[in-house]
Nanobody
Framework: QVQLVESGGGLVQPGGSLRLSCTASVSMFSMYDMGWYRQPPGKQRELVAVITSGNRLNSAASVKGRFTISRDNAKNTVYLQMNSVKPEDTAVYYC?????????WGQGTQVTVSS
């Protein structure tokens, strides 16, 4: 059974930093495109950032220059470094693993930005 386990969420003050981690129990992790998505309260899930199997990066305009996605294939882990966070970054953050017809989601981790 494939599992994606997110960690690192919590309460952070505006302007602060947080690092999310997602570890995947999949074989051939390096073949997967890995992404972070988020779902703000009362809104639809949206893309935050993606890192492909070839290490190409893409991120939402709202987080460019503040959030950085990276991966460690030796640890089957993808990270999201969140800097200069804003109240509008408050959401449940989900990890996604995608390869061909395979698509897996984590259970989500809550990030709350508030003073």
């Amino acid at each position: 059974q494939v599992q994606l386990v997110e960690s690192g969420g919590g309460l952070v003050q505006p302007g602060g930093s947080l690092r999310l981690s997602c570890t995947a129990s999949v074989s051939m992790f390096s073949m997967y495109d890995m992404g972070w998505y988020r779902q703000p309260p009362g809104k639809q899930r949206e893309l935050v950032a993606v890192i492909t199997s070839g290490n190409r990066l893409n991120s939402a305009a709202s987080v460019k220059g503040r959030f950085t996605i990276s991966r460690d294939n030796a640890k089957n882990t993808v990270y999201l470094q969140m800097n200069s966070v804003k109240p509008e970054d408050t959401a449940v953050y989900y990890c996604n693993a995608h390869w061909a017809a395979l698509d897996y989601w984590g259970q989500g981790t809550q990030v709350t930005v508030s003073s």
